[in-house]
């Protein structure tokens, strides 16, 4: 079974700033996605970004990028010049084959105006 | 753009009673997933459908049941409700089933247990 660590369960930071979310997963599988997904005090989960295994190249979209390396495993997620809108809690979330995700405890980040 | 719809929103229940919860995935998905989320928690998987056939088993109780209908919406049968089992539900929904499809998530459905 794979599993997801996210290290950091509350960061804080100025807006405009840019601020780096860590997360690490274990697995056996070769091929797999890394997810990273936002949830708003709304309790909505949003999609950020993803990342398919077996692609070398980052992903990226608008003010956030990744950091995938396989070899350590580890998928960080870097939002550039952070937004009042970007508090949230953010999950960085596993999958293969056909299952369900895999959800990391979570990171409270806070944008601080 | 059509999103996951879940209803209803928000659901009281006396311990020991049951419940349904239902989702209507996005038009053309035929993969649902079901989610429960408890306070302060990370959302754990529960079951999943693809074409009205149960897909893939999380951790759903054996007082859960679930079934995807010829519309493709599904409900979510929580019986012998527990304190515990106060949570949000959510419901997700792809094109179908495998990891590179992306799963839409619903606004979830708000589960109280008194």
């Known amino acids: 079974a794979q599993t997801v660590t996210q290290s950091q369960p509350e960061m804080s930071v100025q807006e405009a700033e840019t601020v780096t979310l860590s997360c690490t997963y274990d697995t056996s599988e070769s091929n797999y996605y890394l997810f990273w997904y936002k949830q708003p005090p709304s309790r909505q989960m949003i999609l950020v970004i993803r990342?398919?295994?077996?692609?070398?190249q980052n992903a990226t979209e608008n003010r956030f990028s990744v950091n995938f390396q396989k070899a350590a495993k580890s998928f960080s997620l870097k939002i550039s010049d952070s937004q009042l809108g970007d508090t949230a809690m953010y999950f960085c979330a596993f999958s293969s084959g056909a299952d369900g995700l895999t959800f990391g405890k979570g990171t409270h980040l806070i944008i601080q105006p | 753009a059509a999103g996951v719809i879940q209803s209803p929103r928000h659901l009281i229940k006396e311990k020991r009673e049951t419940a349904t919860l239902k989702c209507y995935p996005i038009p053309r998905h035929d993969t649902v997933y079901w989610y429960q989320q408890g306070p302060g928690q990370d959302p754990q998987f529960l079951i999943s459908f693809y074409e009205k056939m149960q897909s893939d088993k999380g951790s759903i109780p054996d007082r859960f049941s679930a079934q995807q209908f010829s519309d493709y919406h599904s409900e979510l049968n929580m019986s012998s409700l527990e304190l515990g089992d106060s949570a949000l539900y959510f419901c997700?929904?792809?094109?179908?089933?495998?990891?590179?499809?992306?799963?839409?998530f619903g606004p979830g459905t708000r589960l109280t247990v008194l």
């Open positions: 997700a929904s792809s094109l179908k089933r495998g990891a590179y499809n992306e799963q839409f």
């Open positions: 990342q398919e295994a077996y692609k070398q």
